[in-house]
Nanobody, 117 residues
């Protein structure tokens, strides 16, 4: 069983920064963790991809966050991070981490990020 615990959300003013963390725990064999990433869902909208990072460190970002957000991972800690800079009110959403473990996707419980104008 794989559990994902997220932290780091909160309320910030436009232009500010937040750093999200997501740690995977449970019966995990690190070698079997593939891609890790972040999605977000704003009220009344579909969940959308924000950023992903492969085992080798290759990253992919949504166009809306390129140049402002940085995804990284610490394989020794089974943890994925999302550094969010220059936040905008339209970044307000619940942010979910996701990992591909043995070709099965697992989701965190979500953490609220609210950006005030």
């Amino acid at each position: 069983q794989v559990q994902l615990v997220e932290s780091g959300g909160g309320l910030v003013q436009a232009g500010g920064s937040l750093r999200l963390s997501c740690a995977a725990s449970g019966t995990i064999f690190r070698i079997n963790i593939n891609a890790m990433g972040w999605f977000r869902q704003a009220p009344g909208k579909r969940r959308e991809l924000v950023a992903t990072i492969t085992t080798g460190g290759a990253t992919h970002y949504a166009d809306s966050v390129k140049g402002r957000f940085t995804v990284s991972r610490d394989n020794a800690k089974n943890t994925v991070y999302l550094q969010m800079n220059s936040l905008k009110p339209e970044d307000t959403a619940v942010y979910y981490c996701n990992i591909d473990y043995r070709n099965t996707g697992y989701w965190g419980q979500g953490t609220q990020v609210t950006v005030s104008s």
